[in-house]
């Protein structure tokens, strides 16, 4: 997880204190690891489609978003203000604006009020309301952006979340290469010069799909599902030593490559070292955390005359049976298992 430090900006108009993303303590609010993003990210042009207007509040646009998941706090307008978890985008429709409505003026004004002190993002109005004036004076007051869209209250919530999820999720990138193998995500790994991309080359000719070779960019979304994309400028392409970049989308054909692939085990090729122990059964299986989860973990020595595409192939294949419910190693222990017990029971007739 990312470590970070506090930075603080100070909002002289509301006389507090806020944290900016850059060094946002997240541990004050950490119930999930996600990466802190600011308001203005949500003027970057991916939600041009809500067509987002801020209405008040430009200079809090640096104000911290800590989690994707937005709210609608209606409770809180109701009173129960612990219903709001602090640094989210707060989503204000049309049963929102109704019930403050009517309200009498004083205690509407003190509602807002409370909820625009304590520490939320921003406000979306939806639907193309005209947000309330208390709204607008408490929004320039106290520095808190607000926006408006005309979009639907389920449209902007859907959209908004999917791209913070996007924006904030974990990630690292990694100098390794990911390939569809028979649908199971197969990140590859090894030292530089091990023969990475020659053997993610062989693969893509045996029909399998490319995703990234040589840098690999990981995130880890909800429900621990770790997806793997291509760096940008290096999509479909591969750099073999001696030959150069290759387009592995036109060589191939588009059918050769995929632009995204969760990632459901990990093969790391080493150089062959004599003497060295390496698993010969596969009963325990090893596992690689990334990211803070574990995939299935397998080493593949590296040798001359070992096809190393083709035990990519087996170790894809056998993790598959392993998901069917079918582990042949420990079936074939199971096996001597039961034949030494059945002649040590013989063996015991025979004494007898």
Known sequence: MAVCSWQWTHDSTANRQLPTANSFNIRAVRDEDFVPTTVASLRSGVLDDLQLKLVTGDDGLNRVIARPRVQKPGLAFAGYYEYIKPWR??????????????????????????????????????????????????SEKRGVPLFSTTAMSSTTITRTTYFLEETMAPRVTMHSGLLDVYGIGLLLLGDSGIGKSECALDLVYRGHRLIADDLVVVKRHPNDVLLGYSNDMLR??????????????????????????????????????????????????????????????????????????????????????????????REFTRRIDEKIARQGEALSDVLK
């Open 89 to 138: 985008v707060q989503i204000i429709g049309a049963s929102e604006t109704k019930y403050l409505q009517s309200l009498p003026p004083r205690l509407r004004e003190k509602r807002i009020r409370d909820v625009a002190g304590l520490d939320i993002s921003c406000f979306i109005v939806t639907k193309g309301i005209t947000p309330l004036d208390e709204f607008r004076i408490e």
């Open 236 to 329: 479909h392409h591969m750099e073999l030593r001696g030959i150069g970049i290759i387009d592995i989308k036109d060589l191939f054909g588009v059918a050769s490559t995929r632009d995204v692939k969760p990632i459901d085990m990990v093969v790391k090729l080493e150089k062959w070292v004599e003497g060295t122990e390496y698993d010969r059964l596969g009963i325990t299986g090893e596992t690689y955390e990334l990211l803070g989860v574990s995939k299935p973990y397998v080493r593949l020595p590296v040798a001359s005359g070992r096809n190393l595409a083709l035990l990519v192939e087996v170790a894809a294949r056998n993790h598959l049976m392993k998901l069917q419910g079918y582990d042949s190693a």
